[in-house]
């Protein structure tokens, strides 16, 4: 059936037959808020991030006010990052008892109904700001696995229903799933940054939480952005050792990374919409060469992609109903 039998533009005649035609939506139930918490601040409306305006580093008590003003306007579950007070070489804040994130998550699990996602890494914990233990100059891989299953059994141990390990060390999902297992936490589920490429949209959320490392960079345990196949293996690996929900990072300049991953292997996949990619937007508004609906339309590619949840400083603003779609 050719022109003029059909045509195309009778589907985009008004914005009611564009709005029931949509075949990509957003709910709020797609997204995922990062929050960042920070031990020993001041209350009261947190501290501005200069490099992402609008974001902010909360007290323990301000992050449980925010995360529940959120979760009444539908958000489902958030994403927490801790800055200790202490840094130290092994990082030891990062799986203390009574760590930040720790508290914060028993907090959230006993005042919300909110899923509790926990970021596990060591990187905003030790002294030298690598995502494990450093000998000479070598980020050491198997020393490093037990204090990353460590920090994740004591998120579990405080309630986290996810926990999320974000270093990329060889065999740090399999560690982890053994010390869940042992400890009595077959239920505690692992979302793994299983596709995280060395990625320079990284640098606002350095600043964020000051994890930039004092030598060195992350490129030997982090991805080339020029590989796909090997974010396949990365993917697969994962889920042998026991992810249940995999994840591409960054997610706009790696789109075609979530979709692979996705069609490949068909399981609850979440894509980090990272700081860089945040702040970009938000500078290109503010300067006013982008309009708002540049945010929806970046959110929708990732979903588009084969995204099912979405990691994003934008999750408020698109709860307040500031982010849609103009049918
Ligand atoms: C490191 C970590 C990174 C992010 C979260 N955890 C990247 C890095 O510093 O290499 C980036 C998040 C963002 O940019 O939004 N474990
Ligand atoms: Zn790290």
Redesign the pocket.
């Known amino acids: 059936m050719q022109f003029p039998t059909r045509r195309m533009r009778r589907l985009r005649k008004t914005p009611q037959i564009r709005k029931i035609l949509r075949e990509t939506t957003l709910q709020a139930e797609d997204f995922i808020y990062?929050l960042f918490v920070k031990e020993e601040l001041e209350e009261g409306a947190g501290e501005p991030i200069d490099t992402m305006p609008g974001q902010y580093r909360y007290s323990l008590e301000d992050s449980v006010d925010e995360a529940k003003r959120l979760e009444k306007m539908g958000l489902q579950s958030v994403l927490l990052?801790g800055m200790p007070e202490e840094k130290d070489e092994m990082g030891t804040a990062a799986y203390s008892d009574d760590g930040i994130v720790q508290q914060t998550v028993r907090r959230l699990k006993a005042e919300t109904e909110l899923v509790v996602i926990t970021?596990v890494?060591l990187?905003q914990y030790t002294s030298h700001g690598h995502?494990g233990i450093v000998e000479g100059n070598e980020i050491v891989n198997d020393e490093s696995l037990r204090l990353l299953a460590k920090t994740a059994l004591s998120h579990a141990e405080a309630g986290a229903d996810i926990v999320a390990p974000?270093?990329m060390m060889d065999g740090r999902v399999g560690e982890i799933r053994k010390l869940l297992d042992d400890g009595g936490f077959q239920d505690t589920l692992i979302m793994s940054y299983s596709a995280k490429y060395a990625s320079s949209?990284?640098a606002?959320?350095?600043d964020a939480v000051c994890?930039e490392p004092s030598f060195g960079d992350?490129k030997t345990h982090?991805m080339s952005p020029s590989n796909v196949e090997e974010a396949l293996l990365e993917t697969e690996l994962d889920l042998e050792e026991g992810a249940d929900i995999v994840m591409v990072?960054p997610a706009m300049a790696y789109l075609d990374v979530i979709s692979k991953v996705k069609e490949t292997f068909q399981v609850p996949t979440a894509a980090?919409q990272?700081?860089?990619e945040y702040s970009m937007l938000k500078a290109g508004i503010e300067a006013g060469y982008l309009t708002e609906e540049s945010i929806y339309e970046s959110l929708l590619s990732i979903k588009r992609a084969g995204a099912d949840l979405i990691i994003s400083h934008f999750a408020p603003e698109f709860l307040e109903g500031n982010i849609h779609e103009e049918c």
């Open positions: 990062p990052f970021d890494c990187c995502c974000s270093d949209f990284y606002p959320f350095r994890s992350r982090q990072k980090y990272v700081s860089g």
